[in-house]
């Protein structure tokens, strides 16, 4: 027999479903992506996509790791011609990265086919029900606020 379920259990369930989804599209879109770069580096480019010349221990604040963590992953990025350090003048401790024109396409192109693959989804909607969807959206995301740096970096967000 199977147990009554309440409208919070259901609109738990829908929710899970539509997790699903929207993970779904961060896979297809993060993959071009690791096929050259590993999810902790990508999710470095992304953080040093809004922070251009960023501080190493900024960076690492935001990705919430160890400053030693990220010196290892940038060496790396730097190797393979995705981000450029410097030091700055009259402090050589004082280190900032920044994107090359190369990182900054992969992370524009990532951004691009996430945004128009879920614009497709929703262009198959009528207009209320995309105005519920973005209603919701934002409802939820208000209520649940933004996850943690390390919940985000296991997955390369």
């Not at 190493?56 to 060496?75: K, N, Q, Y």
């Not at 024109?101 to 524009?108: E, H, T, W």
Request: without cysteine; proline residues 4%.
């Amino acid at each position: 027999m199977a147990r009554p379920t309440s409208p919070l259990d259901d609109t738990a369930s829908a929710t899970i479903l539509a997790s699903r989804s929207l993970l779904g599209y961060v896979v297809r879109s993060l993959a071009p992506a690791l096929e050259e770069l590993t999810l902790v580096q990508f999710r470095a480019l992304v953080v040093l996509d809004g922070h251009e010349g960023a501080r190493m221990s900024d960076v690492a604040a935001r990705l919430g790791v160890h400053p030693s963590t990220l010196t290892r992953t940038i060496e790396r990025l730097e190797a393979g011609g995705w981000v450029t350090r410097t030091s700055v003048e009259g402090n050589r401790r004082e280190v900032r990265v920044d994107l090359t024109p190369r990182s900054r396409d992969l992370v524009a192109q990532v951004t691009r086919r996430r945004r128009a693959d879920i614009a497709g989804t929703l262009a198959t909607m009528s207009a209320d029900d995309r105005e519920a969807v973005r209603r919701g959206m934002e409802l939820f995301a208000a209520a649940a606020g933004e996850a943690a740096p390390d919940e985000l970096l296991e997955l390369g967000l």
